[in-house]
């Protein structure tokens, strides 16, 4: 039996709570299952799209900061690359070519579209995914095709309206979060205009019957929320590191659920090499992400909930270091975090500070209560320096 072709579109920068209030993305989810409580492995392009594609962190693939580019381990194996030993076909179109991993792709492409024209801009990436959607329908007879689509729009408007005109500790920008966020209500529109077009795209060149659609972000933005982050990759709040997925394919996933459980980006690959029954190459560096597919069998996540409340993962875990500001770090990260649904610590490196957040009081993050005796602290600390020991060999020397 042939085997299903997979769609992967990434809407780059959108915010998760603009995905939920969406009625494009919600008219989607309904066909669909939804995660709605992913964390990014990285909250910047680069680094996320990176453990995406090889679900793996950036201390393993060597994709962990800014200046890392094109140092992919050899011996990380990229979903393209399972794909391609059984007979896919893959095909990619990115914002910038060097901010994802070539290996695996038949063919590569790039759409950098800077200028002032956000109206153009869409109907030029509309019309140019429209149109590799038609190629790759014309060779659906022959072999299943893997298809990565980046939707940049929200990036290049950030560019041009906030990273190129203000600096991380501007305080005109952070003193209008009003207008930040009218602005980038804006913006999302136009991805919620793209992602609507690619879908029906879909839809009308009979290939949603035969293929998996996978909608995500990379990462989310800030609007203004903590000075010293005008945009992304400086710190490990929510507004960044909190992402979602979408998997359609209504006869393998039914539709409508809403998965709340904690996952993590990089559980994406190894949840369609399970799907597809690719098993995984032992002779290249172990992944780091966990297959979903107990969670996508709601018979096997109904019994999880009822005998002993079993998670999926304890939590989640992310890193970054800044490009820009209060401590830039672009050669690798200085900022770590563990997150659960409840609580998170923080770790900024450089500084050697913590911050611990309960999330579920203080969703905002405006209450560092770290020292004040929560027990989550220490436990949470422990498991921050289990990841970090075991992602980089070595202690960070967290004072206990």
Known sequence: MKRKNIVLVVVDAARIDRVKNSKVFKNIAKKGIFFDEMITASPYTLASMNSFFTSTFGSVNGIDGYNKIGNLDENCKTIMDYLKDYGYTTRGDTVRLNLVPSEGFDKLTEHEEINEDINQNNINLINLHS?????????????PFFLYLHYSNIHNSLVNNVLKKY???????????????????TYFQYAEEYVEKITQKLISTNLSDDTILILMSDHGVSLGEKKGERAYGVFTYDYTIKTFAILVNENLFGNGRVISEITQTIDLMPTLLSILDIPLDLSKKKIQGKSL??????????????FGNKKFRKYAYCETGGLYGPWPSPSG??????????????????????????LKKDPNELNNCYGLGFKEESKLKINLEKELSSLRAESLMIDK
């Open 167 to 185: 600096t991380d500790f501007d305080d005109e920008y952070f003193a209008n979060r009003k207008q930040n966020s009218d602005n980038y209500n």
């Open 131 to 143: 149109q590799i959607i038609d190629e790759q329908s014309q060779s659906i007879e022959s072999n």
């Open 293 to 306: 597919l107990p969670l996508l069998n709601e018979k096997k996540a109904n019994f999880w909930n009822i």
């Open 333 to 358: 990260p200085n900022v770590f975090c563990v997150r659960t649904h409840d609580w998170k610590l923080i770790y900024n490196s450089y500084p050697k500070t913590f911050e611990l957040y309960n």
